[in-house]
């Protein structure tokens, strides 16, 4: 059995260390589709969120009673139940936002963050962990859409929450605002997300090589480093 | 006439992968060879045409009728997961050398959004019968050839110097945006 992490970290991971977007690379699908603007970009993280959260509690709940081998079929009937509240909600409260976020909101269902962590958390621990995993996961893909619809929403239409930011004289990248500029954008954030990790990786590396160094201790070798976490 | 155009904007002009962001993950995942690229898109295509026909059956002959339209989503769902699993069990029996060639990927598709996009779309659009097979049939040409194209492309990327924080994934979705770009020639088809 694995130490039991702190419920605080719990949710924290999932914003950064697990990110499901940058670091896992689940559910990209609406990463690209929807971030056109920053107002589609939110909705589709809460509404991804909600289902999160309430899949997890719910599969949390019921999964001592859940045979192993119907177990994914059982997932996908609950996801599915509650990205049908989710459809329902938005058709009546939100037609506009509904309209435009078009067939990715019932695609919901085959997101492949709620039926991960389903599988890899709820199914695993019991319900106020798997609540605080769910909210992390789905914090951290909130944090993805928005700057993904932030960058492509300033550069595209120079506008960010529909109000200009940009002046006239900017000729908008309509690159952005089209499918190529999703891509583009996703690929250069994935990289420098790596870059930055592997900088930062390389600094640990280093400061841990001269307090070694100070403490008289010669010999570096790679276990050392490895056994040290860096 | 009409049917060629829907064949052609799912294709080419509205390319499932390309223009709609539709089965990414295999997309990104399965492009590393051309040859496992084909068989990939060969299983997609026929799990789309098939899902083409049972969930326009489902809606317009069971959904609609009892007015039960707010279960399309689980209801289409179970229908894609049981016909992948009844697609399996049938190469197995009928064609042992195409199962093989097929095996892993089958079960990959049921989580392929591209199949209960192509089977929400149909129904948002309302496209009668032969239409949705159409569209089907179209959806799963253009999936196969954005895939080999792809597989293609990193093939040869293999070989170049990319900076190491961008090797994999990153450098993927950047050619796949110029791939895009690309596509967007065909436009002015339709």
């Given at each position: 059995m694995k130490k039991q992490v702190s419920h605080i970290k719990e949710f924290t991971k999932g914003l950064w260390e697990i990110n499901p977007i940058f670091k896992q690379i689940l559910g990209t699908c609406p990463t690209l589709a929807v971030t056109v603007s920053i107002v589609n970009g939110i909705a589709m993280a809460l509404a991804t969120t909600f289902v999160l959260v309430?899949?997890?509690l719910m599969i949390s709940l019921i999964r001592k009673l859940i045979p192993s081998q119907v177990r994914i079929?059982?997932?996908?009937?609950?996801?599915?139940?509650?990205?049908?509240?989710?459809?329902?909600?938005?058709?009546?409260?939100?037609p506009e936002l509904s309209k435009s976020l078009g067939p990715f909101i019932p695609l919901i269902v085959v997101n492949c963050i709620i039926l991960g962590r389903a599988e890899a958390f709820a199914s695993k621990n019991g319900p106020l962990r798997s609540v605080l995993d769910a909210l992390g996961n789905g914090a951290g893909f909130f944090i993805a859409l928005v700057v993904m619809s932030g960058i492509r929403e300033i550069l595209g239409?120079?506008?960010?929450?529909?109000?200009?930011?940009?002046?006239?004289?900017?000729?908008?990248?309509l690159i952005m605002i089209l499918p190529a500029g999703a891509f583009i954008v996703f690929g250069l954030l994935m990289g420098f997300s790596n870059l930055y990790v592997e900088r930062k990786k390389n600094l640990e590396r280093e400061a841990l090589i001269s307090q070694y160094r100070r403490v008289g201790r010669e010999e570096i070798t790679d276990d050392v480093l490895k056994e040290a976490g860096v | 006439m009409e049917l060629l155009v829907i064949f052609i904007s799912a294709a080419l002009v509205n390319n499932f992968v390309l223009s709609y962001f539709l089965g990414i993950c295999p997309f990104i995942g399965v492009s590393n060879k051309t040859s496992?690229?084909?068989?990939?898109?060969?299983?997609?295509?026929?799990?789309?045409?098939?899902?083409?026909?049972?969930?326009?059956?489902?809606?317009?002959?069971?959904?609609?009728?009892?007015?039960?339209?707010?279960?399309?989503?689980?209801?289409f769902i179970l229908v894609i997961a049981a016909l992948v699993q009844f697609v399996e069990m049938v190469i197995k029996k009928v064609s042992q050398p195409?199962?093989?060639?097929?095996?892993?990927?089958?079960?990959?598709?049921?989580?392929?959004c591209a199949i209960l996009g192509l089977a929400l779309l149909a129904a948002m659009r309302e496209y009668g019968f032969l239409e949705s097979v159409i569209f089907g049939v179209g959806a799963g040409a253009?999936?196969?050839?954005?895939l080999v194209i792809m597989a293609g492309?990193?093939?040869?990327?293999?070989?170049?110097?990319?900076?190491?924080?961008?090797?994999?994934?990153?450098?993927t979705l950047i050619v796949a945006g110029i791939l895009a770009l690309a596509f967007m020639g065909f436009a002015g088809m339709i």
């Open positions: 309430f899949s997890s079929a059982t997932y996908i009937v609950v996801i599915a139940s509650f990205v049908t509240i989710v459809d329902l909600v938005m058709k009546a409260q939100f239409s120079r506008t960010f929450f529909g109000y200009q930011v940009l002046p006239n004289a900017f000729e908008p990248w | 496992s690229a084909i068989s990939m898109g060969m299983a997609t295509t026929f799990v789309m045409v098939l899902t083409a026909i049972v969930s326009w059956l489902l809606f317009n002959l069971v959904l609609v009728p009892y007015k039960l339209e707010f279960l399309q989503i689980p209801s195409l199962y093989r060639a097929l095996g892993i990927f089958l079960p990959l598709i049921t989580t392929n253009g999936f196969t050839l954005a492309i990193r093939e040869e990327l293999d070989l170049a110097d990319v900076p190491k924080p961008f090797r994999g994934a990153p450098i």
